[in-house]
């Protein structure tokens, strides 16, 4: 009786210690709520990662591809990759003493409006002061949607291995109706108007349909070429071979005026000293604040099923080989 007892002592403390973390838990994150706009004013932990100057520099990683993340984990929703760069360069932006962003680069690009938002942002953090800058440093691939982010910089710099460009939009769907005909599955949608089941996969392919999409297309492309343009300096109409979605290596795109030299993280660094006007740069990295269940649940948590959503047809600065 007594050894029953005992036994059971190692149960109690172990729930009264999982009680009083999440009380802390959930105090402390009421207490967040309450004490500042977290998204207006993101308050991030900084990791030293370089450097032993005085002048603050953040780089800040693109990496995968540029799209809004759905997925959801056993517990919590799954890290959105596009808040997280927005968070770090709003929280970049209101450091007074940070002057520099390096966007470090390996992404095929993605959704053409998170592309745009995090292009908008960089722009925002360059024009918040005279003295700011943004490198941008490509790592393996700097595609597309990515490669438009990368016109906010004031500088490219591409590893010789890396591949470059991709400069166009794309749409994908597929077409069922012939597959549905063969196996007697029949479609029944109930519409206000002709046009509001384009690219219905059970009707057949509607010119019109495609037409009205083709010109959406064309004017995303418009303005995606019309920033390259602009950002490298580049004559419109001798530049037509390039946004016409081919990549390019990085000697290639050195040539052809996409990025300003070929090299590797050392000379991002320096580029940035250069630009910055200094020798010594003092370089952190973002992390979230997290408390230690978010950390234990968020790193740990498995994947039970896959994401089996039907996605919709979706406007893409992406490159797909």
């Given at each position: 009786?007594?050894?029953?007892?005992?036994?059971?002592?190692?149960?109690?403390i172990?729930?009264?210690?999982?009680?009083?973390?999440?009380?802390t838990?959930?105090s402390?994150?009421?207490?967040?709520?309450k004490?500042?706009?977290?998204?207006?004013?993101p308050?991030?932990?900084e990791?030293?990662?370089?450097?032993?100057g005085?002048?603050?520099?953040?780089?800040?990683?693109?990496?995968?591809?540029?799209?809004?993340?759905?997925?959801?984990?056993?517990?919590?929703?799954r890290?959105?990759?596009?808040?997280s760069?927005?968070?770090?360069?709003?929280a970049?932006?209101?450091?007074?003493?940070m002057?520099a962003?390096?966007?470090e680069?390996?992404?095929?690009?993605?959704?053409?409006?998170?592309?745009?938002?995090?292009y908008?942002?960089?722009?925002?953090?360059?024009?918040?002061r005279?003295?700011?800058?943004?490198v941008?440093?490509?790592r393996?691939?700097g595609?597309?949607?990515?490669y438009?982010?990368?016109?906010?910089?004031?500088f490219?710099?591409?590893?010789?291995?890396?591949?470059?460009?991709?400069?166009?939009v794309?749409?994908?769907?597929?077409?069922?109706q012939?597959?549905?005909?063969k196996i007697?599955?029949?479609d029944?949608?109930?519409?206000s108007g002709?046009?509001?089941d384009?690219?219905?996969?059970?009707q057949p392919v509607?010119t019109?349909?495609?037409?009205?999409?083709?010109?959406?297309?064309?004017e995303?492309?418009t303005r995606?070429?019309?920033?390259?343009t602009?950002?490298r300096?580049?004559d419109a109409?001798?530049?037509?071979?390039l946004?016409d979605?081919?990549?390019?290596s990085?000697?290639?795109a050195?040539?052809?005026g996409?990025?300003?030299?070929?090299?590797?993280?050392?000379?991002?660094?320096?580029?940035?000293?250069?630009l910055?006007?200094?020798?010594?740069l003092?370089?952190?990295?973002?992390?979230p604040?997290?408390?230690?269940?978010?950390?234990?649940?968020e790193g740990?948590?498995p994947?039970?099923l896959?994401?089996l959503?039907l996605?919709?047809?979706q406007f893409?600065?992406?490159?797909?080989p």
């Amino acid at each position: 009786m007594h050894q029953h007892r005992k036994s059971r002592k190692p149960w109690i403390i172990t729930a009264l210690l999982a009680l009083a973390l999440l009380g802390t838990l959930f105090s402390h994150c009421s207490k967040v709520e309450k004490d500042y706009p977290r998204d207006e004013s993101p308050e991030l932990d900084e990791t030293w990662s370089s450097g032993s100057g005085d002048i603050k520099v953040a780089r800040i990683p693109l990496d995968g591809v540029i799209m809004r993340n759905e997925e959801e984990g056993f517990f919590t929703a799954r890290s959105d990759m596009v808040e997280s760069i927005l968070t770090q360069v709003r929280a970049a932006e209101r450091d007074p003493e940070m002057r520099a962003i390096i966007l470090e680069v390996n992404s095929p690009g993605g959704g053409v409006t998170p592309s745009d938002e995090i292009y908008h942002a960089l722009r925002g953090f360059r024009a918040s002061r005279p003295d700011r800058r943004v490198v941008i440093f490509i790592r393996d691939l700097g595609a597309s949607g990515a490669y438009y982010a990368a016109m906010a910089g004031d500088f490219i710099i591409a590893e010789p291995t890396a591949v470059v460009g991709s400069i166009g939009v794309i749409m994908q769907t597929m077409n069922f109706q012939g597959l549905s005909e063969k196996i007697g599955i029949t479609d029944v949608t109930i519409k206000s108007g002709a046009n509001k089941d384009m690219l219905n996969p059970f009707q057949p392919v509607n010119t019109n349909q495609v037409a009205l999409l083709q010109k959406l297309i064309d004017e995303m492309q418009t303005r995606f070429s019309g920033i390259v343009t602009e950002s490298r300096k580049l004559d419109a109409a001798a530049s037509a071979e390039l946004f016409d979605g081919r990549i390019f290596s990085a000697a290639e795109a050195l040539d052809k005026g996409l990025i300003d030299q070929i090299g590797y993280w050392d000379d991002a660094l320096t580029k940035t000293a250069q630009l910055l006007d200094t020798g010594a740069l003092h370089v952190i990295r973002y992390e979230p604040q997290r408390t230690f269940i978010e950390q234990l649940i968020e790193g740990k948590a498995p994947i039970v099923l896959p994401n089996l959503k039907l996605r919709s047809p979706q406007f893409l600065y992406l490159w797909k080989p």
